[in-house]
C-alpha cells in the first residue's frame, strides 16, 4: 500500500461574521510526486462516485435538530434528504460532467452506513474508498470555532492506494470525508426545524459547502458564496432554497463557474469564455517577492491578487481567480509572473475586471488547502512560492 505520497488536507469551515467584498473560486493543487506544474484536484469520474453517510448520531448532546422526533426513522430520513439537496446542488449545476441532467450516472447512490467511525480516524486509518459523512466523532481539528470540516485523500501520481482505491492520475481525490462537530460547541438543524432552532447552524448549507471541498473546491473570498471559508449565522441561510427546478439556487455564480472549471461538460457551448491575463506591479522594483524565492525562481508578478470578472449588464459578480503562477509545460516546474485565468465564463456578455489585495475580511490564512501553496520542496521540480502580495493599490480596468 503506497500511504507516504498520499497528502491530506483539513479544511475547516468556521463560525465568524464580518462583511467581506470581492470574488474569486478558488481551487485546490496537488503537486505530481514526479514534479511539474501544479495540477486541480478531482474525483475520477470513471466509475459512479461512490457516498454514504454514518446515521450514528450523538444523542447527549443532541447536536442535529429536525422536525421529526429524534431516534426515528423520520429523522434520518429527513437529514438523508437534507444531505441529498446538498449534493443536487452541485450536480444541479448545468455545463459539468457531474451534472445530474446531463451525466445522471455520475453520483453513485447515497447509501447509509450504521457504523460510528465511518470516516476514520485523522491518521488515516480506516479509510474505505468511499466518500462519508459523520456527526459522531471527535477530531483533533475541531479547534475552537470549527463547525465542519472536510479531510481530502489527495494522490500525487498514477498508482497510489488507498483503501480499495487506486489512483489512475496526480491529483485524483481518493477519499473526502465530512466530520461535523459533535462535542456540544455547536448544533445544527435541517431546513425543516432551522426556524425552531435559532441557535443551530444551517444543515444544507454547511453540507453543500463541505461538498464543494469534496469535489476539489477551496474557499472563495466571495463573501455570499457557498465555498466562502465562514457560516451563515446560527438560525440563518444565504440565498435561496433549491427547488426542485433550481436545485442549485443555494449557490452563487462564483461556485457555479467553479465547478464548471473542474468538472467541464465537453458537449458545453456556452461557458467556455477565458479571460486570462498577468498582474504585475507598474514598477517591478516595488513588488515585495521581486527577489528570487528560496529554490530560486524570480517572482514577476503580483502573487496571490484577487481578480474579479463583473457581469457588465447586470452588476452581478461572475467569478474571479487569484494571481499566481505559469508553467512551460505540463512537467515544468511553476513561475510566479501573477497569472491569472478565470474559465467558463458565458460567452455573449461582456465582462469588467477588478483587482484587489486579499486584504479584506477573508485573508490569504482562509484559502485553505494548496490553493495558495502550490510547491514541493523536494522532487525533481521543487519550488517555493513567494508570500501572498497585499501590498499594492489596482486601478479599475474594462475588458471583454
Ligand atoms: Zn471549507
Redesign the pocket.
Known amino acids: 500500500m503506497t500511504r507516504a505520497p498520499i497528502r491530506i488536507a483539513l479544511?475547516?469551515?468556521l463560525a465568524f461574521a464580518a462583511a467581506a467584498t470581492g470574488a474569486a473560486y478558488t481551487l485546490n493543487y496537488a503537486i505530481p510526486s514526479a514534479g511539474g506544474c501544479p495540477v486541480p484536484t478531482t474525483i475520477s469520474l470513471a466509475a459512479p462516485i461512490p457516498r454514504q453517510w454514518s446515521t450514528s448520531l450523538p444523542v447527549s448532546p443532541q447536536i442535529i435538530f429536525t422536525a421529526a422526533a429524534p431516534g426515528t426513522s423520520q429523522q434520518i430520513s429527513e437529514i438523508g434528504q437534507t444531505i441529498s439537496a446538498a449534493y443536487a446542488a452541485w450536480t444541479g449545476v448545468s455545463g459539468t460532467e457531474i451534472s445530474a441532467g446531463t451525466f445522471p450516472g455520475a453520483l453513485g447512490p447515497l447509501n447509509e452506513t450504521s457504523t460510528q467511525s465511518a470516516c476514520g480516524s485523522d491518521q488515516g486509518t480506516g479509510v474505505t474508498g468511499t466518500n462519508t459523512i459523520c456527526f459522531d466523532e471527535s477530531s483533533a481539528a475541531f479547534a475552537p470555532g470549527v463547525l465542519a470540516?472536510?479531510r481530502v485523500f489527495v494522490a500525487t501520481a498514477p498508482g497510489e492506494t488507498l483503501g480499495s482505491v487506486t489512483s489512475s492520475f496526480a491529483g485524483q481525490i481518493l477519499e473526502a470525508d465530512i466530520l461535523f462537530r459533535n462535542d456540544g460547541q455547536a448544533t445544527f438543524a435541517t431546513p425543516e426545524a432551522l426556524a425552531n432552532a435559532p441557535n443551530s447552524y444551517d444543515l444544507e448549507s454547511i453540507l453543500i459547502?463541505?461538498l464543494g471541498?469534496t469535489f476539489g473546491l477551496e474557499?472563495s473570498p466571495i463573501w455570499r458564496a457557498a465555498?466562502a471559508?465562514f457560516a451563515p449565522p446560527p438560525g440563518t441561510y444565504w440565498g435561496p432554497r433549491p427547488t426542485p427546478a433550481a436545485p442549485d439556487a443555494p449557490l452563487r455564480d462564483d461556485d457555479r463557474t467553479g465547478i464548471r472549471a473542474l468538472y467541464p461538460d465537453p458537449n458545453d457551448t456556452t461557458d467556455i469564455g477565458i479571460i486570462t491575463g498577468r498582474v504585475v506591479p507598474a514598477n517591478p522594483l516595488a513588488l515585495s517577492g521581486f527577489a528570487a524565492t528560496a529554490a530560486g525562481e524570480y517572482v514577476t508578478g503580483i502573487f496571490g491578487a484577487h481578480v474579479v470578472a463583473v457581469d457588465a449588464q447586470t452588476g452581478q459578480v461572475v467569478a474571479g481567480a487569484l494571481s499566481g503562477w505559469s508553467c512551460a509545460s505540463p512537467t515544468a516546474a511553476p513561475v510566479f509572473d501573477g497569472t491569472y485565468q478565470i474559465d467558463r465564463l458565458p460567452l455573449g456578455r461582456s465582462y469588467n475586471l477588478y483587482i484587489e489585495p486579499l486584504d479584506g475580511a477573508i485573508t490569504p490564512a482562509d484559502i485553505?488547502g494548496n490553493g495558495l501553496s502550490p510547491c514541493r520542496s523536494s522532487g525533481s521540480t521543487p519550488c517555493s512560492a513567494p508570500p501572498v502580495n497585499t501590498d499594492f493599490v489596482a486601478r479599475v480596468k474594462s475588458s471583454k
Open positions: 479544511i475547516p469551515l470540516f472536510t459547502h463541505e471541498h474557499h465555498m471559508p485553505g
